[in-house]
Structure formats: structure tokens, C-alpha cells
């Protein structure tokens, strides 16, 4: 396989032949990871995004959607761009979020941990039940945004010391509270959660 072009790998990877891909992918995962980590300048998010962009061209390929012929490479670093421009537009938007609004808690209350409120037993009881759906609710997150969502709100951290115990910037660790964030009111609402006490 090593003498094939590249196209000759594509077909023949389309053909169900998964050892043209491991061809392919060698040829280009060194070049590839230099080029995103030239860019990113973080190992963390470089292995994320040479993750993403080998997983789209799959998809691309196993899907009969490449159009390529003839310039697989070009293919292959144009993904990768698209997927490092989607990575900055994200890291804008969150570098947008005040410390205070991620802080005004999940759902609009200003602390999920604590003594809960200074009211009634019922309102106290309403308030549990808020909390209980938020832990079940936090199971469905995606492993880096649950970890970081029990960090702030159940361990009470600092976005900086999340940081530094993730080994991640602290833009990273707010953008992933704000992602968790979304996907728990989506959740929310697709299983008609009342989060109000």
C-alpha cells in the first residue's frame, strides 16, 4: 500500500478496506498535528482537533461525499482549518462571558450548593427537587463539561484553580461551563424540567 497514490487509497478505503486508511493517516498525522499545534499552541486542544478532523474526513469518505480526486491532502488541511476556525470563533464567544454571568448559576439562581434558601418547607422542598434534576441531568454531560460543572458549582472552585488542576486556560475551562450550561437547559426543556423554584 505504500506505493499507491493517495487516491488509490481513498477508493479502495471506500471499498471497506481499512488498512489504506491507516496508510493515509500515517502519511499525514505528523505534518497534519504540526500544522494544528502551530496554530493552537496547546496540546490538549491540538489532540482534540487532529481527533475531529481525522473523524470528518472519515465520515466524509464512508459517506461517498468526497470530491477531491486528486488533492486528498489539500482536503485533509482544509478540514483541519475549518475545524481551528470553529475552535477560535468558540473561544471568542467565550472569552465574552463575565466571570459574574457564568456565576449567576445554571438556571438563574445564584448558588446551586450552600444552605439553600431562607424560606418556607416548601419552597426548601421545591428547591431540592431543582437540585436533584440538575445532578441527573449533569450524567448526560459530556465527561470535560461535567467534570468542570461539579468543580464550580459543587466544589465551589475558581475558574482559576479549575484551570490549573485541568491543565487548561481559563477561557477553556468558562467555555466549557457555558456549553454545559446550554446543553442542561436543552436537556431541561426536551424533558419538560421545571427549573424554578
Known sequence: MKNLSDESLVALYAQGK????????????DNLYSYIYTIVQNREVTEDIF????T??????????????????GFLFRVAHNI?????????????ITQSEVDYDLFG???????GL????????SYQQVLGDIRRMIKYLPENQREIVIMRFYKNMSFKEIA???????NTALGRVRY?????????EAHHISLAV
Open 18 to 29: 481499512n488498512e489504506a486508511f491507516d496508510e493515509l493517516l500515517f502519511r499525514y498525522k
Open 51 to 54: 481527533q475531529d478532523t481525522f
Open 56 to 73: 470528518k474526513v472519515i465520515i466524509t469518505l464512508k459517506s461517498g461525499r468526497y470530491q477531491e480526486s486528486g488533492r486528498f491532502a
Open 84 to 96: 481551528i476556525i470553529d475552535f477560535f470563533r468558540q473561544q471568542q464567544t467565550a472569552q465574552t
Open 109 to 115: 439562581r445564584r448558588e446551586l450548593v450552600g444552605e
Open 118 to 125: 431562607d424560606s418556607s418547607h416548601e419552597e426548601e422542598m
Open 164 to 170: 490549573d488542576q485541568l491543565g487548561i486556560g481559563i
Open 180 to 188: 454545559a450550561v446550554l446543553n442542561m437547559r436543552k436537556l431541561a
